[in-house]
Nanobody
Framework: QVQLVESGGGLVQAGGSLRLSCAAS????????MGWFRQALGKEREFVAS????????NYADSVKGRFTISRDNAKNTEYLQMSSLKAEDTAVYYC?????????????????????WGQGTQVTVSS
């Protein structure tokens, strides 16, 4: 059974940092483009960051550019989201996602409907 499991969420003060992890199991995702999304209470799920399977290409939402860094370790079947300079508006449930298929080394996806697998989410709360 394919599973993506997020961890690392929690409560942090504004200006602080958190590192989210997404561990995949059930199959290898070393050739899968992956991403992070978030959903705040009462809002739609929104794109945060994406990374190609090779790691050579990344993309970020304007709201997190310069503050968040997405990365992956294919040997560990894990992707990460390093979040710094956190703001109250970053408060949300954060989800990792993976896309099936065969893709070029630099391919990334930014829409939720482009992903096939999802984690259960991890809560990030930033207090101001």
């Amino acid at each position: 059974q394919v599973q993506l499991v997020e961890s690392g969420g929690g409560l942090v003060q504004a200006g602080g940092s958190l590192r989210l992890s997404c561990a995949a199991s059930g199959r290898t995702f070393s050739r899968a483009p992956m991403g992070w999304f978030r959903q705040a209470l009462g809002k739609e799920r929104e794109f945060v960051a994406s990374i190609s399977w090779s790691g050579i290409n990344t993309n970020y939402a304007d709201s997190v550019k310069g503050r968040f860094t997405i990365s992956r370790d294919n040997a560990k079947n894990t992707e990460y989201l390093q979040m710094s300079s956190l703001k109250a508006e970053d408060t949300a449930v954060y989800y990792c996602a993976a896309r099936d298929g065969t893709w070029l080394m630099g391919t990334v996806f930014n829409r939720p409907d482009q992903y096939d697998y999802w984690g259960q989410g991890t809560q990030v709360t930033v207090s101001s």
